[in-house]
């Protein structure tokens, strides 16, 4: 099958993109690097023995993705470009409705252009904000908290649309929930461009020594230890994941939103531990004050993953742990 790869570079999208060249699938990366490295598409490369088309150039430039569109003829896309910081979304929201919505909309016309019908979306659990329930399932009301949740939400409705505009369109919405860890290799993983956002590569760092200790945000959650409850997912398993979705949208047409997790959660405290394990290094941590909107847990209930794509996760904590710690030990500054 001949996939434009959007963000192909990025942490989940060379991940992914490692998956489908391993499948024997055509690949056009479709990137512009501002918050990834060529060397991450160097070492899939390297890692597949692999070749795949790289076209430098931003999703908003209608004309260089319609160039690149029509010159490779894609038969499905996976669309991962767009912004993902939470925080820096409220501080700069037309940014990221920037990026993040006009982004898609250039990309639909570039691919209804192209008779391109078929489209995976990197969407994310974001979409559902404060639970009403728990584990959440696709029926959970979508009332996102913050504009990069809301962009993501605003996506899938726009491409829910598509897909009924035309009876041939497919489109599948990937609500995932944490992914953390590396490839196996150690040689591709997540490389923040700053001070982490996120749990796992910021303890990683602070084993590493580039980071002196981690902040845990309250210890007085509803929770088995007070600490925040998340729903971790392995990278690799999330790779996996999409490239299920591409094959569904071989044989389905409509929108079909599906959640991405392991249906576990796992508190701040217990992934210290098991990093700690991981890494034979110990992880100073300092307990202060809840930050404004954060919730107690936050987990996904994937049986629709299981029925509709025959996915289900694989890895444990463990191998979440050891894998993040492989890459960010021996790429200690990242690519």
């Not at 570079?9 to 391993?22: D, M, Q, V």
């Not at 996120?198 to 509803?222: H, R």
């Not at 392995?234 to 939103?257: F, I, K, N, Q, R």
Request: aromatic residues 10%; glycine residues 8%; contains cysteine.
């Amino acid at each position: 099958m001949r996939i434009l790869v959007t963000g192909g570079a990025g942490y989940i999208g060379s991940h992914t993109l490692l998956e489908l060249l391993g499948q024997q699938h055509k690949i056009c990366v479709y990137d512009n690097f501002s918050n990834s490295s060529p060397e991450a598409l160097e070492r899939v490369k390297e890692l597949t023995n692999g070749t795949f088309e790289t076209v430098e150039g931003d999703i908003r430039d209608d004309n260089a993705l319609a160039s690149a569109i029509t010159n490779f003829q894609p038969e499905a896309v996976v669309h991962f470009a767009g912004l993902k910081a939470v925080g820096e979304s409220s501080e700069m929201p037309v940014k990221y409705y920037q990026h993040n919505v006009q982004g898609t909309l250039s990309l639909l016309n570039a691919m209804e252009a192209a008779e391109c019908r078929r489209i995976v979306f990197s969407s994310s659990a974001t979409v559902y904000g404060e639970p009403q329930y728990l584990p959440y399932n696709e029926a959970h009301p979508c009332a996102p908290t913050n504009p990069y949740g809301r962009t993501k939400y605003f996506v899938e409705e726009i491409l829910k649309d598509w897909a009924l505009s035309d009876a041939r369109n497919s489109t599948v919405l990937l609500r995932y929930f944490n992914p953390v860890g590396a490839h196996p290799s150690g040689r591709i993983g997540e490389d923040p461009n700053d001070i982490p956002n996120n749990l796992m590569p910021f303890v990683s760092q602070v084993a590493v020594g580039k980071l002196p200790k981690l902040n845990v945000f309250g210890d007085d959650y509803d929770t088995r230890d007070g600490t925040g409850m998340r729903d971790y997912i392995h990278v690799s398993d999330l790779a996996d994941a999409h490239a299920a979705a591409v094959e569904y949208t071989a044989t389905h047409t409509g929108a079909e939103a599906i959640n991405i997790g392991t249906g576990q959660g796992v508190t701040v405290l217990e992934v210290v531990k098991a990093f700690e394990q991981a890494s034979g290094r110990d992880i100073p941590y300092e307990i202060v004050p809840r930050r404004a909107g954060d919730i107690a847990a936050f987990y996904a209930n994937s049986a629709k993953a299981k029925k509709l794509l025959n996915w289900a996760a694989k890895y444990s904590l463990d191998d979440m742990c050891a894998s993040a710690w492989k890459w960010q030990s021996e790429n200690p500054d990242g690519y």
